[in-house]
T-cell receptor, first 113, second 115 residues
């Protein structure tokens, strides 16, 4: 079965650079969530989209933005990267018929040097 | 302030015995609880869930118990197998509006099942 696909798997950037992370949800899933997991930390909710509209916002810095496109894939744009942005970024998707659980991608490991 | 707490960062259990992973929460608005299992270099995988209207949910070797008055839930794995070795995250959702679909995670418990 198709899963949530994230790209790239690994990304190395320098301070003050920008990064774009991509997420392709499971087919027919209309909701996408972004989570950030720092080293030794629990995954923290960043932002979510339902039917291409932002549905909820968590602890996402102003330097980050995200959107969901007409094909339901989502991109997380990160600017003016800081060392503290180094983390594992997970995308998850769900459908309105399956609210009770999310399906996660394998994550993008971002390292800011 | 951590709303979902997993106070044991790690747990070692002998193969065939029971594994009990615990989770406490502070937000009384949470009404749905999930356990996720995570292997290295993979995303969390849904394992089992429970609604606040229940106190127990069972799926094969996995059972989740919910004690609402104590704001405590636990995951029991019986019998434990070496393939169960992973990090287990407790997560909760609830409240009203769109925010009810976002999950609040604990820090995870690393389970090691010893053959």
């Amino acid at each position: 079965a198709a899963g949530v696909i994230q790209s790239p798997r690994h990304l190395i950037k320098e301070k003050r650079e920008t990064a774009t992370l991509k997420c392709y949800p499971i087919p027919r899933h209309d909701t996408v969530y972004w989570y950030q997991q720092g080293p030794g930390q629990d995954p923290q909710f960043l932002i979510s989209f339902y039917e291409k509209m932002q549905s909820d916002k968590g602890s996402i810095p102003d330097r980050f933005s995200a959107q969901q496109f007409s094909d339901y894939h989502s991109e997380l744009n990160m600017s003016s990267l800081e060392l503290g942005d180094s983390a594992l970024y997970f995308c998850a998707s769900s459908s309105r018929q399956g609210l009770e659980k999310l399906f996660f991608g394998s994550g993008t490991q971002l390292s800011v040097l | 302030d951590q709303q979902v707490k997993q106070n044991s960062p790690s747990l070692s259990v002998q193969e065939g015995r029971i594994s009990i992973l615990n989770c406490d929460y502070t937000n009384s608005m949470f009404d749905y609880f999930l356990w996720y299992k995570k292997y290295p270099a993979e995303g969390p995988t849904f394992l089992i869930s429970i609604s606040s209207i229940k106190d127990k949910n069972e799926d094969g070797r996995f059972t989740v118990f919910l004690n609402k008055s104590a704001k405590h839930l636990s995951l029991h794995i019986v019998p434990s197998q070496p393939g169960d070795s992973a990090v287990y995250f407790c997560a909760a959702s609830g409240g009203s509006g769109a925010g009810s679909y976002q999950l609040t995670f604990g820090k995870g418990t690393k389970l090691s099942v010893i053959p």
